[in-house]
């Protein structure tokens, strides 16, 4: 999509990319943020980024210095993409990951608010570690979905709070005067059969494990054969420790998109035969390379539903899937996967179902 401002014009791509046209690459709320950072900086300033899904306003700020915040690897992927289309250096740009320290002060802190606002603190705090004394922090939001617990979350780490006008249907937080914080570590402790499971801030189902991976867990017993097992958007690790609790000879590797997701799941899974991926595909995987893939397969993207992201799950796991492996998955019902599944494996099965859930296993993909 083509966006213009200040005589400079950008073509801005989502990606991985949707067939719905009305999903765009960015918000109202980026516009206003860019244009207060437009308004009150300049090129000698420097600027972290948090929460930018598309690289839209790294794109369009990338002759700032810039400090870019990468939790995603669909994230990473779209900013390249976006940079290289646009015919943007990446020279002034360091990209850093949610739990590293920002290394030189940031004039300017910018984060568009994540729904999650448990990850809106982990990003908040690791700007207010790295922001200048005078810097300034501005959160963009849309205003139907503000809620006083982000300023309740702001106003642990600022004195000064200021809400903008309303721009189309959204809305910036500006925080200044930084406060004094006492230093703690962003990990939810969460209780599961005598288990203490932990994750980061920032990763799915922070007060309890989901009720669809209990689901799955409770329908799910490994056979003695599947020895090179895939977790697909593995989380905090409780399926692959779930398979190695059950098989400790498998091989197990984990792969999310989000690098919070792995480094928690690093913190639950010490054992040799795990292996850790931040990827967003299974690109580097060869064909036939898995006897069991097991997955909680996201659809929810921030305020979005989108299930084509987990369509291209299933293609991608019928590909690495062994011809005698196999496939099982848990999803909302509403969802309706099963005619899905069917065009890419010969054999889907319904092994267990409630009012909410259902547990498909597949059988046979088609090569």
């Not at 503000?146 to 903008?164: D, M, R, V």
């Not at 490994?222 to 098989?247: C, F, H, P, T």
């Not at 999310?256 to 595909?281: G, K, M, R, T, V």
């Amino acid at each position: 999509m083509i966006f213009e401002n200040n005589n400079s014009v950008f073509d801005i791509k989502r990606h991985p990319t949707s067939k719905n046209n009305s999903l765009k690459p960015w918000s109202s709320s980026d516009e206003l943020a860019l244009n207060y950072l437009l308004e009150n900086s300049s090129t000698k300033d420097s600027i972290t980024l948090a929460n930018d899904s598309f690289g839209f306003l790294t794109t369009c700020l990338s002759d700032y210095k810039l400090n870019v915040i990468i939790n995603n690897k669909t994230q990473e992927a779209s900013t390249f993409k976006n940079l290289l289309e646009n015919k943007r250096s990446k020279t002034n740009l360091t990209f850093i990951t949610p739990l590293d320290k920002i290394e030189e002060k940031s004039n300017f802190g910018l984060i568009k608010i994540p729904k999650g606002l448990s990850l809106f603190e982990l990003y908040l705090k690791q700007v207010h570690e790295g922001l200048d004394d005078n810097g300034t922090v501005i959160c963009s939001f849309m205003t139907k979905y503000f809620t006083p617990q982000i300023l309740k979350i702001a106003s642990l780490y600022f004195e000064e709070i200021e809400q903008s006008k309303a721009f189309k249907k959204s809305r910036i937080l500006i925080l200044k005067k930084k406060k004094e914080v006492v230093e703690k570590e962003l990990i939810h402790s969460i209780a599961y059969n005598d288990q203490i499971i932990k994750q980061y801030y920032g990763v799915f189902s922070s007060n309890n494990i989901d009720y669809a991976t209990q689901f799955l867990i409770d329908a799910f017993k490994i056979d003695a054969s599947e020895k090179m097992v895939l977790d697909l958007a593995s989380g905090n690790g409780i399926l692959a420790k779930l398979v190695l609790e059950q098989s400790p000879a498998s091989t197990v590797h984990l792969i999310d998109d989000s690098y919070l997701a792995i480094a928690s799941s690093q913190l639950n899974l010490q054992e040799e035969n795990c292996n850790f991926h931040h990827a967003y595909n299974l690109d580097e995987f060869e064909d036939e390379f898995f006897n069991l893939v097991i997955s909680n397969p996201p659809f929810h993207f921030e305020y979005e539903t989108n299930i084509s992201v987990p369509l291209g799950m299933f293609s991608q796991v019928a590909r690495c899937l062994k011809s005698t492996g196999r496939f099982i998955m848990v999803a909302n019902r509403h969802l309706s996967y099963k005619k899905h599944l069917e065009n890419r494996f010969n054999d889907v099965q319904i092994i267990a179902e409630n009012a909410k859930f259902m547990v498909y296993e597949c059988f046979d993909p088609i090569k």
